[in-house]
C-alpha cells in the first residue's frame, strides 16, 4: 500500500536540510536512465534518519535519477544495541514509517527505490531487509539478506551478524517498470537483482541474477574499514565482469564515532567491470548514467557464456 503522505514535519525539515549534501554527477555514456547512490549519514534519532534519506533521494531525482538505491541499515546504527528498538513489521505498513516514507517518496517522484536495508521483525524473529518500490508506491519485492556476516579475525574484526539476525532463504529478482520503457531496447532490461553486503561475496548468487535475466545488480551495503578497503571495490568488479552487467552499490556514510566502522565509497560499476562513478566515505549522493548496450557490446564482443566450460566444472 502507498503511504498517503509525507509527516508535515518531516517536510519541513527536508527543505531545510536538503542543501547541505554533496553530490557527485557523473554522465559518461549517453546512456538511458540515471541511477542515483545515496550515501547517508546515519545517527540513533530515526526520524533524522528517515529526513536525511528523504532528502538525499530528492536531490538524486533533481540531478535526473529513475532507479534511487540507499545503503545497508540507513535507518539505524549497525549495532545490536539498535537492531531490535529500531525493526518495524512491513506487513503492518501502516505502522512502519519507514515503509511509507519509501512508498512516499517512490510515489511522488515516479521512480523506482531499492530502499536499502533496514530490521524488519516479522513472526518473532528479525532480518537484514531490503524492500524495493514501484514509481505507484506499491512494495515490489522484499529481499532479506542470505550471507549473514559473520567473521573473527583475530586483532582485527569479530562481528556475528547471525546473533541478532535470521537469514532469508530466497534470490530477489524485480522486474521494474523500467522495463517497460519504450527506449530500452528488450523487455528484461528494466530486471535487477538485490544483495545485501555479505551477499556480494558469494559469485554463484549474481550468476543466478544473470542466468535469470538481471541487467543489474543493486547491493546495498556497510563493508567496514578492515575487509572494505581490501576487497569492497573488488568484489564489485569481479561480481560486474563475472557477468557483464552492472553493479551499484550504496553504503552509509562513516561515522567516526561509531562501534563499526564504515567504509563508505559507493559505486557504479559496469559490464567490463569499469568502474563508472564512485564516493568516498562521506555523505553523498551519487548519480550515474546507465547504457545497457554496454551490456550487449561486451557480452558480443567476449561471450562468455558461450566460452563456458560447464562439461569441466559443472559436472
Ligand atoms: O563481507 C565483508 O567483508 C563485509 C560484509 C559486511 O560488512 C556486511 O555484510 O554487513
Redesign the pocket.
Known amino acids: 500500500m502507498m503511504a498517503s503522505s509525507t509527516p508535515s514535519s518531516l517536510e519541513h525539515t527536508m527543505l531545510a536540510a536538503s542543501e547541505q549534501v554533496p553530490i557527485i554527477v557523473v554522465a559518461i555514456y549517453c546512456g538511458q536512465f540515471k541511477i542515483g547512490l545515496c550515501q547517508l549519514s546515519v545517527t540513533s534519532e530515526k526520524n533524522q534518519n528517515l529526513v536525511c534519506a528523504r532528502n538525499s533521494i530528492k536531490a538524486a531525482v533533481e540531478c535526473g535519477a529513475r532507479l534511487v538505491v540507499l545503503p ?1 541499515m540507513w535507518n539505524c546504527p ?1 549495532s545490536n544495541d539498535y537492531f531490535a528498538k529500531f525493526a518495524e513489521d512491513f506487513e503492518n505498513e501502516d505502522a512502519s514509517p519507514t515503509f511509507s516514507m519509501l512508498s512516499e517518496a517512490a510515489c511522488s517522484h515516479g521512480i523506482t527505490i531499492v530502499g536499502g536495508s533496514v530490521p524488519e521483525s516479522s513472526d518473532g524473529r528479525l532480518y537484514n531487509t531490503s524492500c524495493v518500490f514501484g514509481p505507484d508506491g506499491k512494495l515490489k519485492a522484499k529481499h532479506r ?1 542470505i550471507h ?2 559473520d ?1 573473527e579475525i583475530p586483532g582485527d574484526i569479530t562481528f556475528k ?1 547471525s546473533d541478532f539476525f535470521a537469514a532469508g532463504d530466497k534470490p530477489t529478482i524485480v522486474d521494474t517498470d523500467l522495463a517497460t520503457d519504450k527506449q530500452l531496447f528488450n523487455a528484461d532490461v528494466g530486471r535487477i537483482g538485490i544483495g ?3 551477499d ?2 558469494f559469485p554463484e548468487l549474481a550468476a543466478l541474477y544473470r542466468a535469470k535475466g538481471a541487467r543489474i545488480i543493486c547491493y546495498p ?4 574499514i578492515s ?2 578497503e581490501l ?1 569492497w571495490e573488488v568484489m564489485q568488479r569481479a561480481r560486474a565482469a563475472d557477468n557483464q552487467l552492472f553493479v551499484a552499490t550504496c553504503s552509509p556514510s562513516r561515522d567516526s564515532s561509531g562501534s563499526y566502522a564504515i567504509w563508505g565509497h559507493s559505486t557504479l560499476v559496469g559490464p567490463s567491470g569499469e568502474i563508472i562513478a564512485t564516493s568516498g566515505h562521506e555523505e553523498t549522493v551519487v548519480v550515474a548514467e546507465i547504457d545497457y548496450s554496454k551490456i550487449e557490446l561486451q557480452r558480443k564482443g567476449l561471450p562468455l557464456d558461450k566460452q563456458k566450460r560447464a562439461d569441466i566444472y559443472l559436472s
Not at 221 to 224: D, K, R, S, T
Open positions: 545497508e549497525y539478506k549473514l556476516f567473521i551478524e545485501i553486503c555479505h556480494i561475496r551495503g556497510a563493508f567496514n575487509t572494505g576487497l
